[in-house]
């Protein structure tokens, strides 16, 4: 863990409603304790590396996890969606517990 010192200078900058959620959303999912402290490594990574505009191997690690998870979403909705459509169109009944063929 870094050594904790005393921080005196404020840099401020704003962010419109869309960078703002996507700045939460991958705070939360990198654990970052608080927006200002990813901000700050983000920066000062950039600072360390030279100004240069590649990201890191982290940073793409981070926004491939996120993608990664939103597809998992989008397709379990389709899954399902593509079940019930698939389901009634194909003649199938649905199970309803029961449906036996009385011989």
Known sequence: MAVLRSRSRLVTFRLDPEEY???RRVCISTGAR???EFAREAVL???NAGGTSKMTLEGD???LTGR???LD???KTLSTLLGKVLGES???PKERG???IAG
């Open 68 to 70: 990664l998870h939103e």
């Open 90 to 92: 194909a003649g199938e």
């Open 98 to 100: 029961g449906g036996g």
């Open 45 to 47: 990574g950039q600072v």
């Open 21 to 23: 959620d996507a700045l």
């Open 61 to 63: 690690l981070v926004t």
């Open 34 to 36: 608080s927006m200002s």
């Open 73 to 75: 979403r989008l397709l």
